[in-house]
């Protein structure tokens, strides 16, 4: 009967959790997939976290100890060891501020590997409110988990086998003996994980423990905080008999406070009969172990897993079901939604309820705030695609970088929390601009103008150091646009200076390109004409002998050596990267039918990659060239092959959803290459219909984006029309798709010369 009953609890509480609406309709929440992405193959760097949108804190398994480009989950894996309360915002980056727990039976073990259980995919449920799954002890016993979360708390549901020994096992550290990775050169003895001292408290009268874990895995890469601290609070809610803290590989049982530098945390142990549930709530927080417990009276007040459960999967259905698409396959969907999904997790929150810990001042603030900006990457689709879906977090995502600004003297690079100087580029005056541009205006457009300046005009400390500010160098100070004196003086970034040298004068001229748009409507005329001059510095390195932008010397030699100075790529990476001066471009490379042979070359030669940032906007520069036809080709295939229904469903790391935010915008028809512009090139729509609700400027807004005779053969437009005007050129303003309803293309076999 025990038995029985167990049986039929698990049904219900699956039906609950992740059954489908009541109708029995699939809602598009149902069409998420956490595993795509997952795979180790094509280094998707996802990993199936579960909590609401854009969440300070997800909760996810761990299948092996993550690291800067090592996830927590590999779908690969057999084994788990912990669920995790994680804040590692990319594969790139590193966690920080995180803590663990994991079920036991039998004698106690601390080391992941030894504490590990297998598990099957058969006996896992993902989504991203609620993870579930089976872990094998033995032959016959097995640990059921069950996970849900809200935005900076989790609880967690553990079903135990019969035992005189259930344990949970928190892990509030994970630092050991194990040398750091080779590219991190030259640590400040200063600036060491070991010396930081993590803490952990029992408190069996109140069933919690307490504590907090002060590592930063990319401490390396941005300054020394002494006060950051990753806090949490754990709750039981069966009493427990027996604990401890342990330390490294020694237990002490009985001791309620430790202080520790390496792998460290505390255990509590129970016995339990055969099915037998002990609930798990955690809380974090980065401001104080009383803001946790205000986090958690606010957010899981009670021990009613079902209710979290099901207000997390309300949240994500909402947000969902901002865009609907029709007429397409259930794989479709499936791909579709989990992309939706990606770009609604980064930035993260990092306020709580009206206050938040700074990084960039080691402070305590009221406001609202959010961290970890992907900004090289994120600037291109991520963020254009937030001001149709999340408009409001778009001027909070603002506001937080200008208090960034404020609180440490420059808008943000790569915050992880802290600045890390990652990637080149101060783009976060695209990001910002490209708000401007399109109506996001709530918050101050002096401060931000001033920041963004800056930024264009003024050289950080590093700049007049002789180091070249490589990838991933540790911290000497903010890097901003290194090289900042070289590329007003000579009109480009020297190779023998600094380096990634192309890479930076061509993304330099973009962000000069975004800030002078707002010079110009704030009527800073003379800033506006400097900018403009120096967005197009790019072209003093285009090579007129190999056809390719070079690095060049100090002195005005092209480097003997072509292939150095860029990001991430090669000169075919960068050769069209001036995004922010197509015309000139084109122009450069001896006019409109030469650019798009070396378009042509570009993608038959197989020089294009999708799985990297740079050419994301390239497929669309036929567009600017006469020829729009081929980013209608170009746009069928690649939406196609590089996005899948499996672990391995990305070609490529999604960093904090600009990957998925291309192939939204891709299925959508239309995609912002230039920032700051208002503009949209037309690639194709791959869906029959797609409804996009918005809001714009506080109104309610609806595009239906009808594609009429779509197919895999039929995939040329044949034409556009807006509301019954035709779109003559394959362009459109975002003033137009706001002001507009229905977006119609009717498609054919063979391609429109005459759409161009």
Not at 44 to 49: H, L, S, V
Not at 345 to 352: A, G, I, N, T
Not at 416 to 434: F, K, S, Y
Not at 508 to 537: H, V
Request: net charge negative; aromatic share 14%; proline share 5%.
């Amino acid at each position: 009967m025990r038995k029985l009953l167990f049986i039929l609890a698990l049904i219900v509480n699956s039906t609950f959790c992740f059954g489908q609406h009541a109708n029995n309709k699939k809602q598009e929440i149902d069409y998420v997939n956490s595993y795509i992405g997952t795979s180790k193959n094509l280094y998707g760097g996802q990993i199936p976290m579960v909590g609401p949108p854009f969440s300070m804190t997800y909760f996810t398994p761990q299948t092996r100890e993550n690291s800067i480009c090592n996830s927590s989950y590999i779908y690969e894996d057999t084994c788990i060891f912990g669920f995790l309360a994680t804040h590692q915002p990319a594969i790139c980056m590193g966690d920080y501020g995180y803590v663990s727990v994991m079920p036991e039976i039998g004698q106690l073990q601390t080391n992941p590997y030894k504490r590990q259980l297998l598990f099957n995919h058969a006996d896992e449920t993902v989504s991203p409110y609620l993870y579930s799954v089976k872990m094998k002890v033995d032959k016959n016993k097995s640990i059921q988990a069950e996970m849900t979360a809200t935005a900076r708390c989790g609880i967690l549901k553990f079903t135990f086998p019969e035992s005189k020994e259930s344990h949970i096992l928190i892990q509030g550290l994970n630092v050991d003996d194990t040398p750091e990775p080779a590219w991190m050169p030259n640590l400040n003895s200063k600036n060491t994980r070991l010396q930081k001292v993590a803490y952990i408290s029992i408190n069996k009268e109140k069933n919690e423990i307490t504590g907090y874990n002060p590592d930063r895995q990319s401490f390396n890469l941005g300054p020394e905080l002494k006060n950051f601290k990753g806090y949490f609070i754990i709750q039981f809610d069966k009493p427990f008999t027996v604990f401890g803290c342990w330390n490294h590989d020694s237990i002490k049982s009985n001791l309620t406070e430790l202080y520790s530098k390496k792998r460290s945390g505390a255990y509590v142990s129970f016995s339990t009969k055969k099915n037998d549930i002990v609930k798990v709530r955690i809380a974090t927080s980065f401001i104080s172990i009383e803001q946790a417990r205000e986090n958690l009276n606010k957010e899981i007040p009670d021990w009613d897993f079902e209710k979290i459960c099901q207000q997390t999967r309300d949240i994500w259905q909402k947000s969902l079901e901002n865009i609907k698409i029709e007429g397409v396959t259930e794989n479709q969907k499936v791909i579709f939604y989990t992309a939706f999904y990606h770009c609604l997790l980064f930035p993260r929150q990092f306020s709580e309820y009206g206050h938040y810990y700074s990084a960039f001042d080691d402070k305590i603030h009221e406001g609202v705030s959010y961290n970890d900006y992907s900004l090289w990457d994120t600037f291109r689709a991520l963020h254009p695609f937030l001001i149709f879906v999340e408009p409001d977090r778009v001027n909070d995502m603002i506001k937080s970088m200008l208090q960034m600004y404020k609180e440490g003297g420059w808008l943000p690079m790569w915050p992880n929390p802290a600045e890390t100087n990652i990637m080149i580029g101060t783009h976060a005056d695209a990001v910002i601009a490209d708000a401007y541009v399109k109506g996001i205006r709530n918050y101050d457009v002096n401060l931000a103008y001033e920041a963004m300046r800056k930024n264009s005009f003024m050289a950080t400390d590093c700049d007049f150091s002789k180091n070249q500010m490589f990838d991933r160098q540790e911290w000497l100070c903010y890097e901003g646009q290194a090289g900042l004196q070289f590329y007003h003086s000579l009109g480009y970034i020297p190779s023998d200076y600094k380096s990634e040298s192309v890479s930076r004068t061509i993304e330099y001229g973009i962000d000069n390109y975004s800030t002078a748009q707002l010079a110009k409507d704030l009527g800073k005329n003379n800033d506006y004409n400097r900018l403009m001059e120096w967005s197009k510095n790019y072209k003093n390195l285009y090579n007129h002998e190999t056809g390719f932008l070079t690095p060049r010397l100090y002195n005005g030699n092209w480097n003997p050596k072509p292939n150095e100075g860029f990001t991430e790529g090669s000169p075919w990476t960068y050769l069209f990267g001036a995004m922010q001066d197509i015309p000139g471009m084109i122009d450069l490379m001896g006019g409109k039918e030469k650019f798009a042979a070396k378009l042509d070359q570009n993608f038959n030669q197989n020089h294009y990659a999708h799985d990297n940032e740079p050419g994301h906007h390239y497929i669309y520069l036929y567009d600017y060239c006469g020829q729009p036809w081929k980013t209608q080709e170009l746009i069928r295939k690649h939406t196609d092959i590089n996005y899948k229904n499996g672990p391995d469903g990305e070609n490529g790391n999604d960093d904090c959803g600009q990957m998925s935010a291309w192939y939204i915008f891709g299925v959508m028809g239309f995609y912002p290459v230039t920032p700051a512009s208002g503009i949209y090139a037309i690639g194709a729509p791959q869906f029959p219909k797609l409804t996009l609700n918005y809001s714009y400027n506080g109104k309610p807004c609806k595009l239906e984006i009808i594609a009429n005779n779509l197919s895999e053969a039929n995939k040329y437009i044949q034409r556009v029309s807006l509301d019954g005007r035709t779109i003559e050129t394959p362009f459109i303003t975002h003033q137009e798709i706001v002001n507009g309803n229905k977006l119609i293309f009717e498609m054919g076999t063979n391609p429109n010369l005459n759409f161009k």
